[in-house]
């Protein structure tokens, strides 16, 4: 029977985790199927805003989040220009509104290494590592899943579906024949990791920070860092159009970046450094026929607001509570149809909207455009209930409901 095929889940990054964890405590058969041969470690979101949290809290994650990372209830906006402070927003006046008004600075790899140490001892959360997944085929009422193993042989899976949680490019989404609609940006992002506290050099720094300016913006978070490393500061900044990687990720370019934000005659430890393409990409659909999509297989953002780990969680509750009455026969497959409708729509009309804004507010050239934006910032953080509005879309409440409220 189809409904005893288990759910293929392509991909082994927090938003499949997050899904299988969610399948798990519903009590749905699944296999997780990562082409790596181990958990990725990788420096990308770090963020879990206040709706996230409270879902990964009904999943039993957050208590262990909440205890490894960082809470930041408070972000800062900064005018490197004039190198005032513009704006704070405390999301503690959300209060009464959130079960957690606060940001969790918890790293993705560490949110998929810490579901695998708690579940991944029982067979029944089945995850399996060296299977990389190149191709499959629907019918009626099942799908077969091409996988090639690490010595190169392939293997076939039956599922009953197949979810892409496979990466902006997924293999799953291509071979569905799903467009991917947007643009992206003609400069590159460089994210580089520094163990200097920048608190102590400047007291204005907060957790989390944006700073504008017209030709160098910069979004600044810290991180908790290793047991046996300090705290990590990153920097994201974008690159100049052209630069190449190796460019940009030479020691003295990475140190005058740096400095030109924060000046000293010392040089900076810098713990890592990354470079990435960034795009506003949507899928037409997040489903088709028994292929569906979450995550950055469904869609893709610049980074500035962590908004784009966060939306991915998000499809990943919603598709398992769709998911799985349609597994058991408790629901007719037509409710996948819903999800799409649910979650295309907080991609498009909220972290797309969002982030985009997000990226025009920090960069603006005009100067005229640019002082009106700041004093615009300013006056909506100092009027308790503008300010209340604005987080509530720029942290995906807004997001989460108007998205529920689709039928």
Known sequence: MAERDPIIISGGGPVAMVL?????????PFIVLEQLDEPFVDQRAASHHPPTVEMLDKLGLAEHMIAEGLKSPVYRFHDRVTHDMIAEFDLGLLADEVEFPFVVQYEQYKLVRKVIELFGDDPAFDVRFSHNVTGFEQFDDHVIVFVELSDGTIEKFRGSYLVGCDGGRSTVRKAAGIDFEGFTYPEKFIKIGTYFDLMKYDDRIAIRNYFSHPEEWCNLFRVRGEPDKPDIWRFVVPMRVGETEEEAKAEEAMQERLKRFFPRDD????????VYTVSQLVAETFNKGRVLLAGDSAHVNNPIGGMGLNGGIHDAVNLADKLAPVWKGDADPDLLELYTRQRHKASTDFTQAQTIANK???????????QKRLDEMRATSEDPEKAKAYMRRAQLIDSVKAAAAIT
């Open 20 to 28: 299988a964890l969610a399948l798990y405590r519903q009590e749905v």
């Open 267 to 274: 040089d900076f430890e810098i713990a890592y450094a990354n």
């Open 360 to 370: 025009k507010q920090l960069e603006e050239r005009d100067p005229v455009q640019r």
